[in-house]
């Protein structure tokens, strides 16, 4: 087993890209809403640090406003084909610039040119406009845009992770890694 949670949870996520898996770093990333409501959505996760997870967000979001309230968070990851869940929780932070910026660097033509176009989360009355003028630029020759100063990259540091995986007979496999002032404790759980 790799050591520590966030090198096994790295071998998992290799692992799940290996077997072929559609979108293998999509996690459902969690917040807290307005009155202690839970609000999540489905993003991808961009880079493993040695103790964090690297998101990246447009800073206008709710995701972003909900974080500044209360930057508790939790993630699922879950690959149902491979027999296998890891639950994170943890507090999110806005990450440096210049990270935010390589983020943005690595992200292909036509999801910066989206970036800049739509305000996520907005109302609108079509999205034909946006398409128009997603095509449009998509033609364009020039320059890569530049990372807009409203777009950010977060840091999610774990306080737990639970990686669970399916067994035949329903006797799951629950370990448990919680963060202490000394570094991991490892608790197996029943299931």
């Known amino acids: 087993m790799t050591a520590g949670p966030v090198g096994l949870l790295e071998d998992w996520l290799e692992q799940a890209r290996d077997a072929g898996l559609a979108e293998p770093w999509s996690v459902a990333f969690v917040t807290v809403g307005d009155g202690g409501r839970p609000s999540a959505r489905t993003v991808s996760l961009k880079r493993v640090e040695a103790d964090a997870l690297l998101f990246t967000s447009a800073l206008w979001t709710r995701k972003v406003r909900e974080l500044a309230a209360n930057p508790q968070v939790a993630l699922l990851f879950?690959?149902?084909?491979?027999?296998?869940?890891?639950?994170?929780?943890?507090?999110?932070?806005?990450?440096?610039?210049?990270?935010?910026?390589?983020?943005?660097?690595?992200?292909?033509?036509?999801?910066?040119?989206?970036?800049?176009?739509?305000?996520?989360?907005?109302?609108?009355?079509?999205?034909?406009?946006?398409?128009?003028?997603?095509?449009?630029?998509?033609?364009?020759?020039?320059?890569?845009?530049?990372?807009?100063?409203?777009?950010?990259?977060l840091r999610v540091r774990p306080d737990a992770i639970e990686f669970w995986e399916q067994s035949p007979d329903?006797?799951?496999?629950?370990?448990?890694?919680?963060r202490r002032a000394d570094g991991w404790r490892l608790t197996r759980l029943a299931p």
């Open 78 to 153: 879950h690959w149902p084909a491979l027999g296998r869940q890891v639950h994170v929780t943890g507090s999110a932070e806005i990450a440096e610039r210049q990270l935010a910026v390589a983020l943005f660097e690595e992200r292909d033509l036509a999801n910066r040119l989206q970036t800049l176009l739509s305000r996520q989360g907005e109302a609108i009355d079509s999205v034909d406009p946006l398409r128009a003028s997603h095509a449009r630029l998509m033609k364009a020759s020039g320059a890569p845009p530049e990372c807009p100063p409203d777009w950010g990259a």
């Open 170 to 178: 329903r006797m799951h496999d629950r370990l448990l890694y919680e």
